[in-house]
């Protein structure tokens, strides 16, 4: 079982993991949306595979909003956001996701100079595969420098938060610094919606009031058909989760979302 006690790293690659303004928040709300408060930026990006990796490449940026709510359902005809479908369909938004904090849940790959920590909770964005192998492969290997740089790179894309890495000398640990957002994820390879991934250290409430364990990374299923809720578990791919967001973002194409995407 990795050590809890490791400090987080400041490194060219990996910074000091954010926290977001105390006012943003995202709570769930019984078998209904979640419910965003604070201002929290939201954006559509897509996974766009690219020269051996994946990347991720922004669509459009939504008109800022104090609060709004986001399907959890994947039935909205106002995806991403909620119209209330979830009242006329049978959903069962049931949270069955571990409570455990990451590092129990987490397996350890040990590698020469970078420990991989992997709780397995996968959302099938592929970032873990890089050009010259996945994430476990190049822990193996990160011996190697510029390996170990890839190693790293392939766990701090991915936006389940599933994999993070240890400096295996050190201790220290590799997070990036996320702003505070919210990305809808589109999956242009699969030709599927993904999940909502939450970025920058947001604290989550559950339905029942509690608190998740605070990540800098975590990703949220918004298809309705996770078996690990509030978390997303790669069913939007098995399901082919059609959102329509494609053609809605081309409905609202605004010259000025183009200055803004980056
Ligand atoms: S969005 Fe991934 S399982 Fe629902």
Request: with cysteine.
């Amino acid at each position: 079982m990795p050590s809890t006690s490791a400090p987080t790293a400041t490194r060219p690659t990996a910074e000091r993991q954010p926290v977001a303004e105390q006012r943003m928040s995202i709570a769930i709300s019984p078998d209904g949306p979640y419910l965003v408060s604070g201002g929290v930026p939201l954006i559509q990006q897509a996974i766009m595979p690219t020269g051996g990796h994946y990347e991720y490449r922004t669509v459009r940026m939504f008109p800022p909003q104090e609060e709004y709510a986001l399907c959890r359902c994947g039935r909205s005809n106002e995806a991403p956001f909620c119209d209330g479908t979830h009242r006329r369909v049978v959903f069962d938004g049931a949270e069955t996701a571990s409570r455990a904090p990451f590092d129990e849940r987490a397996d350890v790959y040990p590698g020469p100079r970078v420990t991989l920590l992997d709780d397995g909770r996968c959302a099938f964005a592929r970032f873990c595969h890089r050009e010259d192998g996945d994430a476990w492969t190049l822990t193996e290997l990160s011996f190697d420098e510029r390996l170990e740089r890839e190693a790293v790179k392939a766990s701090s894309d991915c936006p389940a938060g599933r994999l993070v890495h240890v400096d295996a000398l050190e201790g220290t640990r590799y997070e990036p610094r996320l702003k505070p957002s919210i990305a809808v994820l589109e999956d242009v390879e699969e030709g599927v919606g993904g999940p909502l991934f939450v970025r920058g250290g947001i604290p989550l409430a559950s339905a029942d009031g509690s608190e998740y364990e605070l990540r800098n990374r975590y990703a949220l299923c918004r298809c309705g058909a996770s078996g690990n809720k509030p978390f997303c578990n790669a069913m939007h791919a098995a399901i082919g989760f059609d959102d329509r967001l494609e053609e809605r973002a081309a409905e609202s194409e605004d010259p000025a979302d183009d200055a803004r995407k980056r």
